[in-house]
Nanobody, 117 residues
């Protein structure tokens, strides 16, 4: 299995910025597709952004233009730069990884992001 550990969550004021990190270890493949999901209280877990090993990124419409996902392959690490944060961005953010050619998926334990004044 792939182990994923997130970091960087915290409390931020609306309009502020935060950078999340996720480092993968274990049975890691460079071409694994990685990304971020989030889950707010009482809501379903939703996709935030994904990134391929080649750097192709996709974003949920709700974060497009505000969030940037990036990847450091030698470090097996992805990042989520979150700007112009809104209260509705408050959620537990989960890092995820899956094989390019299969449905197997790994999850991190999550990191809390709270956007509040």
């Amino acid at each position: 299995q792939v182990q994923l550990v997130e970091s960087g969550g915290g409390l931020v004021q609306p309009g502020g910025s935060l950078r999340l990190s996720c480092t993968a270890s274990g049975n890691v493949l460079t071409n694994d597709i990685m990304g971020w999901y989030r889950q707010a209280p009482g809501k379903q877990r939703e996709l935030v952004a994904t990134i391929t090993s080649g750097g192709t990124a996709d974003y949920a419409s709700s974060v497009e233009g505000r969030f940037t996902i990036s990847r450091n392959n030698p470090r097996n690490t992805i990042y989520l730069e979150m700007n112009s944060l809104k209260p509705e961005d408050t959620a537990v953010y989960y890092c995820t990884s899956r094989r390019r050619n299969g449905p197997s998926r790994s999850w991190g334990q999550g990191t809390q992001v709270t956007v509040s004044s």
